[in-house]
């Protein structure tokens, strides 16, 4: 195997190793080249292939591996127009100085591709030009049966627009518009993908001198830190990134936090060393960690591809699972009687829990989480307000002391089919309809949610 | 999601405001009244990370994507004198 398949494979796995083969056969001539580039733009991660893959990105990736490529070359002095490296190009290039000047280029997009430009106004917020292949009455939409982005189609006529300020940030729109994905980041938005020292030929016909070079790649679920690498995040709240592998963003400064030392998941820090739990983000008020007791010892096992972290405090044992990419997925918390307001209130990824002596809980109690089915808390005499109030996923309550659910919690718990709440007697006024229709039923004595249990 | 209140309107430069956080968008409105000072955006975090001008229109605009579920990332609310306004991107 080429020595450059072999690091990309170490580094992102095999399924990468394949794509990158597929993707960059040139690349892969000049030794070095293609795992330097990746590794210089994208954080070390098993899961860049699935992401890629999931989002349908692949072309997008290849544009801006190539668009990094550029960049490594020296500059190149140009002295033509950008009419002329157009013309190069196989393009005419218009500039639009009026609506109807816009207007007359609605002719080259199919019916439901049409831009949004078309609707009128853009001069008002952006300089907009169109540059039409030659050969474009050539090219016709019916012979691309499957859209892609960077096809002959697609790249045949492009809207050209800059930002009205000074910035002048770019986007390069699609003629397929939005039946392709990223369809305003035609050519990862570098008009060097079109022709070399074209960005600087518009900067000097037209004054587009862009502040900030777009990218142009927008990966869901990835942030692209002040390193200039992408790094897949967990979690993202006042603009600091909880990324796997122990890295905090702040502010898109990267922080890596020492393996032996610390132990990074969700939005929480566990330092091993001094046994504490924190949240990096004080302002977010999360009270999961004060909920915990002074820790008396902190163990850390593998198993099954999961981390099982288990912290021994004096009250009893707080056990918690973390999968590959530290995310919270399981809780045992077997001695808290009350949750503080905001207990996880951001956590998507707990699947299980167990508060088996929570007599209470407060506001906002997994308020963000997605992914929890069964809610079971078998003290529980009050739910606070807002808890759970994200969670789509939720099937099943089991509540038998509850006395009072405040309002909206589980709002958008619209899939429930099982309820236990026997005594169950306030609910607030903002409420989840099939908990109304529960305790309207438990009034009247005819339980047959509970009947089915 | 993200929730941000509009405190700032700059021709089509918005300034959104979220806990202590800032942040600058480019956006432009079809279809409803333009927003206000005050007005609530409630949108997905990636969208806080495009510099180019983003345009939102009504659900059933032809020039965004279908929406299919509550959980598109196309899709943004306006909540505006307590009412909620559902619009998604549009493209080109």
Known sequence: MNKDLKIIKKKYGEAMMHLCRDLFPTLLETEGLLPELLMSHFHESRELYQDIT????????????????????????????????????????????????????????????????????????????????????????????????????????????????????????????????????????????????????????????????????????????????FYKYNYEMNNIYYCPGNIIIDNFEVKQYEREKFLVFDYFILDLQNKKIMTYDESLGDSFPSSIDEIEKIEVKHEDGNKIVEIF????????????????????????????????????????????????????????????????????????????????????????????????????????????????????????????????????????????? | MKSLEIVNIENFLYTLRSNDMEYSLSMEFFDIEEPVIGDILILHEELLNIPYLLSFGDLGSSYGRKIESNDDKDIMVLIHDGKRIYLKRLYG
């Open chain 1, 54 to 229: 999931d989002n349908y990105l692949e072309e997008e990736f290849k544009d801006i591996i190539y668009s990094f490529v550029d960049v490594e070359e020296e500059n190149i002095v140009v002295n033509k127009s950008a009419k002329e490296l157009l013309e190069e190009a196989g393009y005419d290039l218009y500039q639009c100085m009026t609506e109807e000047e816009i207007q007359s280029f609605k002719k080259y997009y199919a019916k439901g591709e049409e831009l949004c430009t078309f609707r009128g106004g853009r001069l008002n917020s952006c300089y907009v030009f169109f540059a039409v292949k030659k050969d474009v009455e050539e090219i016709r939409r019916e012979d691309y049966s499957t859209p892609r982005r960077q096809d002959e189609y697609g790249t045949s006529v492009i809207s050209i627009q800059f930002r009205k300020d000074k910035t002048h940030t770019l986007s390069i729109k699609n003629r397929y518009n939005h039946k392709v994905n990223n369809p305003d980041s035609t050519f990862a938005n570098n008009l060097d993908n079109i022709i070399p020292g074209l960005m600087e030929a518009f900067a000097k016909d037209y004054g587009m001198v862009q502040e900030h070079k777009s990218v142009g790649f927008e990966l869901p679920g990835y942030v692209q830190a002040n390193d200039g690498k």
């Open chain 1, 313 to 453: 405090t004096k009250k009893g044992p707080v056990r918690i699972t973390l999968n590959a990419l530290n995310q919270m997925v399981s809780l045992e918390h077997n001695y808290v009687k009350a949750t503080g307001s905001d207990f996880l209130a951001y956590n998507y990824y707990l699947k299980q829990f167990s508060l088996p002596e929570a007599e209470m809980v407060g506001e906002s109690f997994l308020c963000d989480n997605e992914d929890l089915e069964q809610l079971s808390l078998p003290k529980a005499r009050q739910i606070g307000k807002f808890s759970l109030f994200e969670n789509r996923k939720l099937k099943g309550l089991d509540l038998p002391e509850v006395e009072a659910i405040s309002g909206s919690c589980f709002m958008n718990a619209h899939e429930l089919e099982h309820i236990y709440a026997p005594k169950l007697e306030y609910l607030g006024s903002i409420a989840n309809s099939k908990i109304k229709e529960y305790l309207k039923n438990k009034e009247r004595g005819n339980d047959e949610i509970t009947r089915n249990r």
